[in-house]
């Protein structure tokens, strides 16, 4: 277990996705077999623990401790299950395997549980008690996006990534054809039946001046949807629905997996769409992160999958053919369904055309440009979509509060404000708009500092900071937010640049974002 | 007839100014400038300048005199460790405590009644530090730094371990390490030297002249260098003790994404350890941790135990709950200045 610790500590504390991947790359190298295995899923939280209360645990400890004693460190730690790791004594300290330990709990009987873990305890140490405890009493959580840990994966093994990923969803915890095939013993895990990820063509942006060498001969022209591009997988009994980088986020959209009747692999925009107006991004956010989604959230934020292209289809494989060809074959395949659209190709002629058309794009809800696709180009490496997304608004923020990820150390979400009414005695500062800070690793560490210098209140993991740091940011458009003070919320806000010092110009005032709905 | 402990309340007083030995007319680790000041060792929090007359052990006033230059003190009073004094009718003898180089225990003995004023102390084996005394007293003043159950440092050669595994993850990456300029940066050096790392260490101003002074106390850290006269190494995979800062500005060209390291008994609670957003957060301290606190008690066993700064509660608890007289002692500007535990 102390290899796991080292790992799940090292992913923790590790300020860059570079270092995170090192410290897995170590693991995978250092450890062997079910250990590997079930460390790397507890890693990107694809294992499922059995749960215990902590409070249950606290009685038995308490048969050997002073319960003054305990009280007093309980109210110091603040972490009941931290505080019963720490003062469990454990008489027996000796190394336990991972997957011994894993198999130990996965087996127990309910009521046996409890003895099985304490039995566990008792031989170790006490970050690895804490560990143990933490997995089995805070509910799963991810120390590494699993994107990561595949790239991870690809380079300690020197196999393909996109061959990782087409298997990855087809395995369970502890991963043992993953890694006989990774490490030469077998080949390739057989995927028949099975609803696998094929890797998306990459995509370029085209810069605002746009594109200036192609013709209607050459490309096919539609509309960019905002939102979540997604890949809907379904094989044999097996239906799944993937992000774009392969994440399984099937349990958060049943309205568009349940009407997955076909065999193929089929891809497209998701957004949230109702009575056909497309709602917020953020609106979106909350439907990915909820899984297995609600009733309620299904009914308040409907999803919309606005399909555009696909590898497969009825099991023949599209890949070798140009998007003509694969185009022709999704409009006959297509039918409509509850929730899904068929995403439609603009006709052109000209490049003022695709000007105006752009143009256009600016005014329409849930469209952030044009999307690029060459006619003859094959659905194969190397070939890649162009989008021409119109030039975003810019403008300076205030920072209002700062927030830690579950896990992290970094203050890496950013909730930022703008000038509301003025007021006696100064105007008050509305936030329009949170934000994820992706900034350099050193810049992200004197951000950190800054919040932790400057906080005025702690709500949990989130912090709320005196006024003095400023963001230049960018967003596309600007979205109506009735339940918010500032009554709207700026969309695909990204941060350009940490400003330092206080910018010469007035900050923006909600009343001139307002002006910018559309 | 009364107890020697209740005795010594008549005679030792906390004072604005800190703890007072009234028949010797001195006081132990003044909070402000007096007359005549006993120093237990030279953290900030222990050791303040201006006073008048110093007596220490001569590796506390050499590091004074680093830190306040002239304003160490009018008279430096150098006093051997074990040899008892006169002040006053008060018989006074230093030992050593443990927590950093010169760092000592002064027992006060007066009509019968002895009184050990312990300042900070520990009982793990440091190389950079003469090792803690039992000395048995009527009174028995100590910190409670770490005193709840909670805190049990682990093993150093673990957590060096740690370090080390660390480092072979990532050789190219620079280790940055943190650590309270006297005492905690050697005693990672030394213990760095004794699990075989033999390059040399990099040390930024302060951290630089501190271990320069240990090693003219005699203590051996290996191969260090002055950061400051080194601008033009590559300080890819080595060891700096320096702020993060520094480090960047002056390194950026062979320093990217350096490791930081800090050392802390803190570092063993979760809640506290992510504060410091270190990526390899060490539990090394230089203060007892719970199990040492209560078997030095034991061992030392005092008729009475008077605590000063720390989690005075649950170690007060404990000493009742054993039938031992305890109390707290609040003693002022005794918490937080720069030492970090
Ligand atoms: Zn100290």
Request: aromatic residues 8%; contains cysteine; charged residues 25%.
């Amino acid at each position: 277990m102390k290899g796991l610790t080292f790992l799940l500590d090292g992913l923790s504390n590790a300020p860059t996705d570079e270092a995170k991947q090192g410290y897995l790359k170590n693991f995978l190298k250092k450890t062997s077999g079910a250990d590997r295995g079930y460390g790397l899923a507890i890693a990107v939280s694809e294992l499922n623990m059995p749960t215990v209360k902590a409070a249950a645990l606290k009685g038995s400890l308490l048969d050997r401790l002073d319960p003054k004693l305990f009280e007093l460190s309980h109210g110091f730690a603040g972490d009941l299950s931290e505080t019963i790791a720490l003062l469990w004594p454990a008489p027996a300290i000796k190394e336990l395997r991972i997957a011994e330990v894993i198999e130990r709990l996965k087996i127990a009987k309910k009521q046996d549980l409890q003895t099985v873990l304490e039995d566990i305890l008792n031989c170790q140490e006490a970050s690895e008690r804490r560990m143990l405890l933490k997995l089995m009493t805070a509910g799963k959580k991810a120390f590494l996006p699993g994107s990561l840990a595949k790239s991870a994966l690809a380079s300690w093994s020197k196999v393909d990534l996109t061959e990782i990923e087409e298997v990855w969803a087809t395995l369970t915890p502890p991963y043992k054809e993953l890694f006989d095939w990774l490490e030469g013993r077998v080949s390739k895990p057989n995927t028949i039946g099975r609803a696998i990820f094929k890797s998306p063509l990459s995509t370029i942006r085209l810069d605002e001046q746009g594109p200036n060498s192609l013709s209607p001969e050459v490309h096919a022209v539609g509309w960019s949807w905002e939102g979540l591009r997604v890949q809907l997988s379904s094989f044999g009994d097996e239906v799944k629905l993937f992000s774009e980088i392969g994440e399984d986020i099937t349990a958060a959209f049943p309205d568009i997996v349940d009407q997955a009747d076909f065999h193929g692999i089929v891809e497209g925009v998701l957004q949230v769409v109702k009575d056909g107006v497309v709602l917020p991004s953020e609106m979106l956010q909350q439907r990915v992160g909820r899984r297995p989604t609600t009733k309620k959230l299904l009914e308040s934020h409907p999803a919309l999958f606005r399909v555009d292209d696909a590898q497969n289809l009825e099991d023949r494989a599209l890949n070798g053919l140009t998007f003509r060809q694969r185009r022709e074959a999704l409009e006959k395949w297509f039918r409509p369904r509850t929730n899904w659209d068929l995403s439609s190709l603009i006709d052109w002629r000209t490049i003022d055309d695709l000007d105006k058309l752009r143009e256009e794009s600016t005014t329409m809800k849930g469209v952030d440009g044009l999307i690029l696709k060459r006619w003859e180009g094959k659905y194969i490496k190397d070939e890649e979509w162009l989008f021409w997304l119109n030039p975003p608004f810019t403008t300076t923020l205030v920072l209002l509060y700062g927030e830690k990820r579950p896990g992290s150390s970094q203050f890496s979400e950013l909730t930022l404000g703008a000038r509301g009414e003025e007021a006696e005695g100064g105007a008050s500062i509305l936030p329009v708009g949170k934000v994820s800070c992706r900034v350099e690793a050193d810049e992200q560490k004197a951000v950190n500092q800054w919040i932790e210098a400057n906080t005025v209140e702690r709500f949990g993991p989130v912090r709320s900071v005196a006024q003095g740091l400023w963001f230049e940011v960018s967003f596309s458009s600007v979205q109506k937010a009735s339940r918010r003070k500032a009554g709207l919320v700026l969309d695909n806000l990204e941060v350009r640049r940490v400003l330092w010092e206080e910018p010469n110009e007035v900050l923006v005032s909600v009343k001139e974002l307002t002006s910018l709905l559309n | 007839m009364q107890r020697a402990s209740h005795q010594a309340e008549s005679w030792l007083k906390v004072t604005r100014k800190g703890l007072y030995c009234v028949p010797g007319d001195f006081y132990v680790d003044p909070a402000s400038a007096v007359d005549r000041a006993l120093i237990t060792h030279a953290h900030g929090d222990h050791a303040r300048p201006g006073n008048r007359s110093v007596l220490a052990s001569k590796e506390t006033l050499a590091f004074m005199q680093l830190r306040y230059g002239k304003r160490a003190g009018q008279k430096l009073v150098p006093i051997e460790l074990g040899k008892p004094l006169s002040i006053g009718g008060v018989t006074v003898c230093f030992y050593p405590a443990g927590h950093v180089l010169g760092s000592c225990q002064i027992l006060l003995e007066y009509e019968g009644c002895r009184v050990v004023a312990s300042g900070d102390y520990k009982r793990r084996i440091d190389p950079t530090s003469q090792a803690f005394e039992v000395v048995p007293c009527h009174v028995f003043i100590t910190e409670a730094t770490f005193g709840l159950p909670l805190f049990e440092h682990p093993p150093v050669e673990g957590e060096i371990e740690k370090l080390k595994q660390v480092r072979e993850t990532f050789p190219e990456r620079t280790l940055q390490m943190n650590a309270y300029s006297l005492g905690k940066c050697q005693r990672l050096i030394a213990e760095l030297r004794r699990s075989g790392i033999d390059e040399p260490i990099y040390l930024n101003g302060s951290q630089f002249q501190h271990s320069e002074t240990y090693q003219e106390l005699g203590v051996d850290l290996g191969h260090i260098r002055s950061l400051e006269e080194s601008r033009g190494d590559n300080l890819k995979g080595a060891i700096v003790f320096a702020p993060l800062n520094v480090l960047l500005e002056q390194f950026g060209e062979t320093v990217r994404d350096p490791i930081t390291v800090t050392a802390s008994g803190w570092h063993r609670v979760r809640g506290k350890s992510f504060m410091g957003a270190s990526e390899l957060p060490l539990v090394i301290s230089d203060h007892v941790d719970w199990p040492e606190l209560t078997k030095t008690i034991e061992e030392v066993n005092p008729e009475e135990v008077w605590v000063t700064h720390g989690s005075e509660e649950a170690t007060i608890h404990w000493c009742q709950s054993r039938q031992r007289r305890a109390k707290a002692l609040s003693l002022v500007g005794r918490e937080g200045e720069g030492e970090e535990g």
